[in-house]
């Protein structure tokens, strides 16, 4: 019996597809009714209709259907031809019980995501989101001062950001034109920071009310969409389409939006490549020797603590080349050597999170847990949160090994012309770049990351579309918090006082205020009137005599 494919579709749309499927798949019969089938399906497409908001349709309808559907017909894999105009958001897409999901796909792309299917694979291809973000909801009459002066000063930072963007794209003719725009943008991301500073917590930067969840901001909701195929669910099949993800958007070009100032921004495009590149090699290598040898989480950590030093002097290596020399005062000097040999390699990056269960599900494809939620490795959402971790890894690495690269190109002009921008050969503006890393890590180290760590949040650095954005992941950092320093201990304990006084001053403001109300209404307001009416009935009376 020739393998089936079960399809549900409306009627017009299942005759297409159905001779598509049955031209290319060569034996492969396409049932478009339950009723017809000869034993199991070997796959289960659903095109489901144009859900519109108007008729009551939501996310959750879709779950559940897709719910129905997959336990129905278990354990065939199901695929979700999703048509163009929905308004579904990428995240509630990305959470839906499929094997794949595809967007408004071409005929080649449901051929490769059904030969992909049928081989224990996943696919999901989306589009741009449905729905766009929703813009900040104007402030209620019962939001408090604070909030209503974040809410309005976002959105005057967020209203400039828009324009300035516009004037760079294209970037202007003149160069000083574009340094202004982007410094500007640099002074609004520092005035939003300010903000989110002096009257946080984060759920107020969208003017919601404190019982209100705050919208989480999905990377997966990009403009390019998401697309993700993983052609074995073990593992190995993880990794190389994690991989995958990564190269591709380093290969378009990395753009900083991540709202700090980068040291791979003083490299080189192509040696920043290089250099990304180079550290992906090195974490396969670093992911197959562990995998060889089987070993509890625990162990894997330790070892791939140990293995640090070693992976980065091979991807400095690899960066600069090991056969290449340059001259230094008056001799030839291998440059690999010497940046090996002049960096410290050894050094740790305090918001790097736990590698343990980024290593747990690369080497032995255990769940990873996403948004409270243990999620088995080849779900959808655990292998974007894998490339997450994978990205932030990546690119926090990259930072460590290109502060030292320049710090070793400071005593050494001639390395600047191989390893940095055209624009860093100046010794001024490479010392000025490196103040600038200077002052924003000691700002990062003595105000930021300990807010940072009392509010429980870890900033993540993901590499997705050609850009390095920032996402902000919730979890606990007490032990951390308990580690700190006493002078940043001082700022959590400021943040802790005023989280503390501010419903007592907020009362007494509101209590003043009432008593200023009745003052000017039941005391001068009476008085004023008492005194008209004296006014008035004079006036009276002197018109009123002969």
């Given amino acids: 019996m ?12 299942a005759n297409g597809l159905k001779r598509l499927l049955e ?4 034996g492969m019969g396409v049932i478009s009714a339950a009723s017809a089938l000869q034993g199991a399906p070997e796959l289960v497409i659903w095109r489901p209709e144009i859900w519109r908001p108007e008729n009551g349709s939501d996310a959750s309808v879709l779950r559940r259907e897709a719910l129905l559907l997959r336990e129905r017909w278990q354990p065939a894999p199901l695929l979700i031809l999703l048509p163009p105009g929905h308004r579904f958001a990428a995240s509630a897409l990305l959470d839906l019980p499929a094997h794949g999901l595809l967007e408004a796909p071409s005929p080649e792309q449901i051929i490769d995501a059904v030969t992909t299917l049928r081989s224990g694979g996943r696919v999901v291809q989306l589009c741009s989101p449905g729905t766009p973000s929703p813009s900040p909801p104007p402030p209620a009459s019962g939001v408090g001062l604070g909030q209503w002066l974040l809410v309005g000063g976002l959105e005057q930072i967020e209203t400039v950001r828009a324009q ?32 989110l500073l002096l009257w946080g917590p984060l759920s107020l930067a969208w003017g919601l009310p404190e019982d209100s969840p705050a919208p989480a901001h999905d990377p997966a909701d990009a403009s390019r969409g998401t697309q993700l195929t993983l052609q074995q669910r ?24 991540s709202g700090q100032l980068l040291a791979i921004e003083g490299l080189s495009p192509a040696r920043c490549a290089d250099l990304l590149l180079a550290l992906l090699d ?49 001799a030839l000097q291998p440059v690999a050597r010497t940046l090996i040999e002049s ?57 460590l090994l290109a502060a030292e690269v320049l710090a070793c190109c400071g005593p050494w002009p001639e390395l600047r012309r191989y390893l940095l921008r055209a624009d860093l050969l100046s010794t001024r503006n490479l010392e000025r770049l490196r103040n600038q890393l200077n002052a924003q890590q000691r700002w990062s180290d003595w105000f930021e990351r300990p807010i940072a760590l009392y509010e429980s949040r870890r900033r993540l650095l993901c590499v997705d579309a050609g850009t390095i954005g920032a996402v902000n992941l ?20 400021a943040l802790e006082t005023r989280d503390a006084l501010a419903p007592q001053l907020r009362q007494l403001i509101q209590g003043v205020g009432n008593l200023v ?24 009376r002197g018109v009123s005599r002969p």
Wanted: proline letters at 8%; glycine letters at 6%.
């Fill in 282 to 330: 090195q974490l396969e290598g670093l992911r197959a020797q562990l995998a060889a040898e089987p070993a509890s989480p625990a162990v894997l950590r330790e070892r791939w603590v140990s293995l640090q030093p070693q992976l980065r002097e091979q991807a400095l290596r690899a960066m600069a080349s090991p056969y290449v020399q340059l001259p230094r005062q008056g």
């Fill in 23 to 26: 031209d290319q798949l060569e």
């Fill in 517 to 540: 109300v009745v003052l000017l209404t039941q005391v001068v307001g009476r008085a004023i009137g008492l005194i008209g009416r004296g006014i008035l009935q004079g006036l009276g």
């Fill in 164 to 195: 300035c963007r516009r004037l760079l794209d294209p970037p202007p003719a003149n160069p000083l034109h574009q340094w202004m725009l982007e410094g500007r943008l640099r002074e609004l991301a520092c005035a939003r920071q300010l903000l």
């Fill in 2 to 13: 020739s393998p089936q494919l079960l399809l549900f579709a409306e009627p017009l749309v």
């Fill in 343 to 399: 960096s410290d390699l050894a050094v740790d990056d305090p918001e790097l999170p736990d590698a343990q269960p980024m290593l747990a599900t690369l080497v032995m494809a255990q769940p990873l847990l996403v948004d409270g939620q243990l999620l088995a490795a080849d779900e959808l959402r655990a292998i974007l949160q894998l490339e997450r971790l994978v990205a932030n890894w990546l690119v926090r690495t990259a930072e």
């Fill in 234 to 257: 073990n593992a190995e099949g993880i990794w190389l389409a994690v991989r995958g993800r990564l190269e591709s958007s380093i290969a378009a070009g990395l753009a900083n939006h």
């Fill in 474 to 493: 919730l979890e606990p950092r007490d032990a951390e918090l308990r580690r700190l320093r006493p002078l940043q201990q001082l700022v959590t304990l």
